[in-house]
């Protein structure tokens, strides 16, 4: 993928939920509030489960999350 189109991408899911998997296999599931270069993300209204959102609810936030992009595995489109 160009840079170019990754970063319309994350420009285009700004204010959109997603889903953010870490390579410990945790989802984060929320709302995208802010994505920087080093892909650190910021979610609000944020549900955690482990490996998929059909599985158990670990935790919901009612804060912010923030997010270390050299963490994250991969951010979609929910």
Not at 4 to 30: D, E, M
Not at 46 to 69: A, I, M, P, Q
């Amino acid at each position: 993928m160009s840079e170019s189109v990754s970063t319309q991408f994350l420009a285009n899911i700004l204010g959109k939920p997603v889903h953010v998997k870490l390579y410990s296999g945790i989802l984060y599931s929320g709302v995208l509030e802010s994505i920087d270069g080093f892909m650190n993300v910021a979610l609000s209204g944020t549900k955690e489960h482990y490996e998929s959102s059909s599985n158990n609810l670990l935790r919901k936030y009612n804060s912010d999350v923030f997010l270390r992009g050299t963490q994250v595995m991969y951010i979609s489109e929910a």
